[in-house]
């Protein structure tokens, strides 16, 4: 009887061992759940030369093929609309040769909802270039005229409002031979410019938005590729 107890208490007692030193397998790693990317949305411009005529589109990543028209315009032949997308995406600033136009660089500015609910001219003024501010809250217009055959071209950046479409001046200075704009610095408070002055020299200026005060960073040589930086 003893025996048989004793060889009991044993074989219980090597369950027990084996059952606390016994390894366990890992948990399989569980399998993470594949998420959709989000559809991106792009936009882009398609121009039938013939008949003079710019359709605005939307598309997304998820088919590229499949696109919806936003916007149509008809413009000045032998010219096509330039778009520039707002800093929060909402809008489209499109600098459009409208019909009937003298002029193959300089036109209007009009802005289009990237829902396509709104298209509209957002200045009677002509310009050559523009430029979302950070905000995108206003725009920066370059023109650029010739007053009278002897004169030189006059150089203007100025600042359309779109809270109230009201145009004000950045910078005007008739002695330069030159402007090309550089864009807004980083908080909006001044804009960069190279500016070509007599006699040969071009200056990277800033000038600041609410006084008109030019400041000189550095100048060089008119014939430095710099120039079209």
């Not at 004793?6 to 084996?18: E, N, P, S, Y």
Request: glycine share 6%.
């Amino acid at each position: 009887f003893w025996l048989e107890t004793g060889l009991f208490l044993v074989f219980l007692a090597l369950i027990v061992v084996v059952a606390i030193v016994k390894p366990t397998m890992p948990a399989a790693p569980e399998t993470p759940t594949q998420t959709a990317a989000p559809a991106l949305s792009f936009y882009y411009s398609d121009t039938d030369p013939s008949s003079a005529t710019t359709w605005i589109k939307r598309s997304t990543t998820i088919d590229a093929n499949e696109a919806t028209d936003i916007a149509v315009i008809q413009h000045a032949a032998g010219t096509q609309p330039t778009g520039s997308l707002s800093p929060d995406g909402s809008q489209i600033a499109l600098l459009v040769v409208e019909k009937g136009s003298t002029s193959t660089t300089d036109g209007k500015l009009w802005l289009l909802r990237t829902d396509g609910t709104y298209f509209q001219r957002a200045s009677n003024t002509s310009c050559s270039w523009f430029a979302w501010r950070q905000d995108g809250q206003v725009l920066a217009l370059l023109t650029q005229s010739k007053e009278t055959s002897t004169s030189g071209i006059n150089n203007r950046l100025l600042k359309l409002n779109l809270a109230n479409g009201e145009t004000s001046l950045i910078f005007e200075d008739n002695t330069i031979l030159d402007l090309n704009p550089l864009g807004w610095s980083s908080g909006g408070a001044e804009f960069v410019a190279l500016l070509l002055e007599p006699p040969g020299i071009w200056s990277v200026a800033s000038i600041n938005i609410e006084t008109g005060a030019r400041i000189d960073r550095f100048s060089l040589p008119g014939t430095d590729l710099l120039r079209n930086a």
